[in-house]
């Protein structure tokens, strides 16, 4: 089993910033891919950013340019930068990954934009 605990979540104004943190623990043997998803209230869980082992990213399409995924592969964590916010990103985040063949995840830190 592999355990994901995310932190850094909270209240931010629109065009503020905030680091999301994820860290996997528990019997892992290799973790391939580490990524982030978000769901909205009333909406479906949605591709934020993706990661592979060797560093290749990839972005949905509503954060590119303004998110950043990063990965430290010795400790097994995942972080997602995030620059100037939207009210439309408020949304809980989920951490995942790729590990022994099975998907994991986390159980969510909220993000809230406001004013």
């Known amino acids: 089993q592999v355990q994901l605990v995310e932190s850094g979540g909270g209240l931010v104004q629109p065009g503020g910033s905030l680091r999301l943190s994820c860290a996997a623990s528990g019997t892992i043997f290799s973790i391939n891919g580490m990524g982030w998803h978000r769901q909205a209230p009333g909406k479906e869980r949605e591709l934020v950013a993706t990661?592979?082992?060797?560093?290749?990213?990839k972005y949905g399409d509503s954060v590119k340019g303004r998110f950043t995924i990063s990965r430290d592969n010795a400790k097994n964590s995942v972080s997602l930068q995030m620059i100037l916010l939207k009210p439309e990103d408020t949304a809980v985040y989920y951490c995942n990954c790729l590990a022994q063949g099975r998907i994991y995840w986390g159980q969510g830190t909220q993000v809230t934009v406001s004013s």
């Open positions: 990661v592979t082992g060797g560093g290749s990213t």
